[in-house]
């Protein structure tokens, strides 16, 4: 069974930073995508970027493009979101995401495995 447990929320200042980590176990991760998306309060669970555990693509939603970088450390079996520049509208619950495949979607209905969220609070 795939298991993804989030870490590295917090509150930051807005225009700071912080790294979120999704640690992955129960399978073998070469053959699936990993994704993060975000769930800010009475709002939509959204995308926020993916990636290829085999490495090679990343795909982002426009609202972070350039300010949050998907990485993964294969060793570690886990999957990073840097998130700089942030901003109050950043304010979500994280969550991590996994997909057997190479296609990196975007809906959040594709991903059958989720961790369990990791809060991030951007004040002004």
């Known amino acids: 069974q795939v298991q993804l447990v989030e870490s590295g929320g917090g509150l930051v200042q807005a225009g700071g930073s912080l790294r979120l980590s999704c640690a992955g176990s129960?399978?073998?991760?070469?053959?699936?995508?990993m994704g993060w998306f975000r769930q800010a309060p009475g709002k939509e669970r959204e995308f926020v970027a993916a990636t290829r555990w085999s490495g090679g693509s990343t795909y982002y939603a426009d609202s972070v493009k350039g300010r949050f970088t998907i990485s993964r450390d294969n060793a570690k079996n886990t999957v990073y979101l840097q998130m700089n520049s942030l901003k109050p509208e950043d304010t979500a619950v994280y969550y991590c995401?996994?997909?057997?495949?190479?296609?990196?979607?975007?809906?959040?209905?594709?991903?059958?495995?989720w961790g369990q969220g990791t809060q991030v609070t951007v004040s002004s």
């Open positions: 129960g399978r073998t991760f070469s053959t699936y995508v």
């Open positions: 995401a996994a997909r057997s495949g190479t296609l990196l979607r975007t809906g959040q209905y594709e991903y059958p495995y």
